[in-house]
């Protein structure tokens, strides 16, 4: 089969992947890279090392000593930059390209029939979808794990935004402004009752 290059369009759902599982389980087994993969036309294999390329662009991985694929192209650098400076416009994006090449991207909307028409529904079926990816990818950030307790059970987890919602606009969907709480600790990190320091 003749080799062709990645889209932008392929490459922004890929990156979106990257963002929603953890770095551990990415590989040609997973069920979401192998569903990427025949959405797209391309293997399991070829999505699971674009997903590594990204990785070697990750500050967080680095952080810990963690490294992707040692080379990669400079399309991937570009939609890095690209989604770090615009989380929330492109969190909406992606989801939005993943429902036309899948068919179900915005899998955070069970029933959009109950938002009003116009501006209005537009405005909360982007802050439901914004929502949604949020949650997903810092859960997967942490492995599906609370950071303090450790409990991974999904139902009870909950991706809390260190700096609040309403507060920055600019990082509402960023994953590295949430921390993954189980539901207890994140009442009460919302309460004030705990709380983050630099350290």
């Not at 040609?28 to 070697?56: C, D, H, Q, Y």
């Not at 537009?122 to 810092?138: D, P, T």
């Amino acid at each position: 089969m003749p080799r062709r290059n990645w889209t932008r369009e392929e490459l922004i759902v890929a990156f979106n992947l990257y963002c929603k599982i953890p770095f551990g389980r990415i590989h040609i087994r997973n069920p979401m890279v192998i569903e990427l993969a025949k959405a797209i036309g391309r293997t399991p294999s070829a999505v699971s090392w674009k997903l590594a390329n990204f990785a070697r662009l990750d500050p967080a991985l680095r952080k810990r000593n963690i490294s992707g694929a040692t080379h990669g192209a400079q399309a991937e650098v570009e939609i890095w930059k690209e989604f770090s400076s615009d989380w929330e416009r492109l969190a909406f994006e992606r989801e939005r390209l993943l429902d036309q090449i899948t068919g179900h991207g915005a899998e955070f909307i069970e029933d959009p029939q109950i938002f009003p028409e116009g501006a209005t529904r537009e405005a909360l079926i982007r802050v439901r979808v914004n929502q949604g990816f949020f949650r997903a990818a810092v859960l997967a950030a942490y492995d599906v794990r609370c950071c303090i307790t450790g409990l991974s059970i999904p139902q009870l987890l909950t991706a809390s935004h260190i700096v609040p919602w309403s507060v920055d606009t600019k990082n509402r969907t960023n994953p590295r402004n949430g921390l993954c709480l189980n539901a207890i600790h994140d009442r009460a990190f919302d309460c004030g009752l705990m709380t983050i320091t630099p350290k």
